[in-house]
């Protein structure tokens, strides 16, 4: 198994650009969820999903938006990127209280 | 003024000393503890978890303790080693199926050969 992935690894936005950071899981999990860290902290949550078509919102999901069409993919989406977002991602998937983070995306917008 | 968060604490241990990682937490509805490592460019690891109605529980050269009276988690890595060199965090789960995950600020250690 891979686990969980991301990609792309890096990224360089400029302000108001979008985009779309991929993560995949392939152990079947129903839950996946989004968090970011910033430099000194600890992950912070933003979106989340217990299964396929359901997503909801975590302690931080403004400037995001999320979908879960199928139940290996979790794309998170950077409608309008801003400096505030500039930021480490990461993805993960869980199961019996049990989170698998992917290797993350350092994410730059300037 | 000073944003929280900005300057990670940090442990310095020798190599083969025990070191304990320390950690305070925020919801007495939390049921579920988790302890992660995280290497420099990497995602978090699972450690060792604890849930509420246990005061300690040990794995392999690690051992977690819970005292719920102040909210206070501990991790306790012995004959700590290079390898263990990363940022720790604590996480809590308010349990029941949800897999919100509320995380610690984190502790730098770093093992001196």
């Known amino acids: 198994n891979a686990g969980v992935t991301q990609t792309p690894k890096f990224q360089v936005l400029k302000t108001g650009q979008s985009m779309t950071l991929q993560c995949a899981q392939d152990?079947?999990?129903?839950?996946m969820s989004w968090y970011r860290q910033d430099p000194g902290m600890g992950l912070r949550l933003i979106h989340y999903?217990?299964?396929?078509?359901?997503?909801d919102q975590g302690e931080v999901p403004n400037g995001y938006n999320v979908s879960r069409s199928t139940t290996e993919d979790f794309p998170l989406r950077l409608l309008s990127a801003a400096p505030s977002q500039t930021s480490v991602y990461f993805c993960?998937?869980?199961?019996?209280?049990?989170?698998?983070f992917g290797p993350g995306t350092r994410l730059t917008v300037t | 003024g000073e944003s929280v968060g900005l300057h990670l604490p940090t442990l310095s241990v020798q190599e083969g000393d025990n070191s304990i990682i320390n950690c305070a937490y925020s919801?007495?509805?939390?049921?579920?503890f988790i302890w992660y490592k995280q290497e420099s460019g990497k995602g978090p690891q699972f450690i060792i978890d604890?849930?509420?109605?246990?005061d300690k529980r040990q794995g392999q050269r690690v051992t977690v303790l819970l005292n719920k009276t102040v909210k206070h988690l501990s991790l306790q890595i012995a004959a700590t080693q290079p390898g263990d060199s990363a940022v720790y965090f604590c996480?809590?789960?308010?349990?029941?199926?949800?897999?919100?995950?509320?995380f610690g600020k984190g502790t730098k250690l770093s093992v001196i050969p």
């Open positions: 999903s217990v299964g396929a078509g359901i997503t």
């Open positions: 604890i849930r509420s109605n246990m």
């Open positions: 993960a998937s869980s199961i019996r209280d049990r989170s698998y």
């Open positions: 919801n007495s509805a939390s049921d579920y």
């Open positions: 152990m079947n999990h129903e839950y």
């Open positions: 996480a809590e789960n308010t349990g029941a199926g949800s897999y919100q995950l509320t």
